[in-house]
């Protein structure tokens, strides 16, 4: 059996667009990950849609890559008793 593990890059590259993912990358002091949607990607870099903003990693960087389920629904507002 020689079944082969995907990259994180290879991963990526055959990602299809909307797949939430998690990417770790290398950042100056460390390593940070990006959570949210793929939105793109290309020879260089992708790009991820967080809650917050879209962040271009390059692919240089990424080190780990995975699929991860949807976000759970968000719970309503409590109300005061």
């Known amino acids: ?23 770790r ?8 990950d990006a959570l949210g949607d793929l939105v793109a990607i290309s020879d260089t870099d992708c790009t991820v849609r967080t809650r917050r903003a879209d962040v271009v990693i390059p692919l240089t ?14 719970r309503a507002p409590r109300t005061a008793p």
Do not use: C, H, W
Not at 1 to 23: H, K
Not at 25 to 32: N, V
Not at 61 to 74: G, Y
């Open 61 to 74: 960087l990424v080190v780990a890559a995975k699929p991860v389920p949807p976000a759970p629904a968000r």
């Open 25 to 32: 990358y290398r950042i100056s002091d460390g390593l940070t």
């Open 1 to 23: 059996m020689n079944s082969q593990i995907p990259t994180p890059r290879q991963f990526l590259e055959g990602a299809s667009l909307g797949t939430r993912v998690v990417v």
